[in-house]
């Protein structure tokens, strides 16, 4: 991880009509590393992946994604920036008439001008990666389980090779097995790859396991950002009552030895 960053949002102003979301929000997320965002519900995790996604504009603020402000660019400057990285909505959002074969090569025809032989080849070596099967490559979304799903989510999201990744919830639904293996599968990406990731999650498993920092939301803004054995120490009342179930303290004693 460096020092470089690749997002940088300045006095985030969100409004849902009178509803403030986030009030002079701040937030890096640097090259190469893991930022986990979590917080109580309400808190506006969701509302801010999808302002770097350009998908809610803001009220107020900057939003800067590999230097570029996203907020007001043009669509062709945006769609420069959205090629260089990739999403994994919480609902997968596979095309369910398309096979995963074709739903891993759709990015590759859409944003690039490879043959139709390079790009299947692309596709394969991407369900590879995301740990599939090729026996899965001709099956339809609803053929799949599950984590299988997921799995295929992750392909079509590194398709295009992509910097940063965003995660929203990549392990909701998932028994722990499964879960864990997904988490080892992201690790093993974001290293081979060299990845930066952004995740929103609950999973207090993958927060531990996963992330080098963690933004912690509250108050219409990131009220701390730090490594989780630093976060869970923080004296706040949101913080310690996020953390400090009975799960949050079976799941930390886990991590703090040894697990």
Known sequence: MSAESIITIQGLDTYFGDHCVHHDLDLNVYRGEV??????????KTTLLREMLALTRPAKGSI???????????????????RRWGVLFQQNALFSSLTLLENV??????????NASTIRDLARLKISMAGLPMDAANQYPSELSGGMQKRAGLAR???????????????????????????????????TMGLTIVMVTHDLDSLWKVTNRVAFLGNQKVMFVDPMPLLVKQADEQIQA??????????????????
């Open 105 to 114: 090569s759709f990015p590759l025809e859409e944003h690039t001008q490879l």
């Open 64 to 82: 800067k994604i590999f230097g570029h402000e996203i907020i007001h660019a043009s669509l062709n400057t945006l769609l420069s920036i959205q």
């Open 35 to 44: 930022l986990g965002i979590v917080g109580g519900s309400g808190s506006g």
């Open 242 to 259: 996020f953390f400090s179930g009975p799960r949050g303290r079976v799941v930390q004693e886990g991590y703090t030895h040894g697990n």
């Open 157 to 191: 999201a590194i398709a295009l090779d992509p910097e940063l990744l965003f995660l929203d919830e990549p392990t909701a639904g998932l028994d722990p097995n499964t879960a864990a293996g997904f988490d080892e599968l992201i690790l093993n990406l974001q290293s």
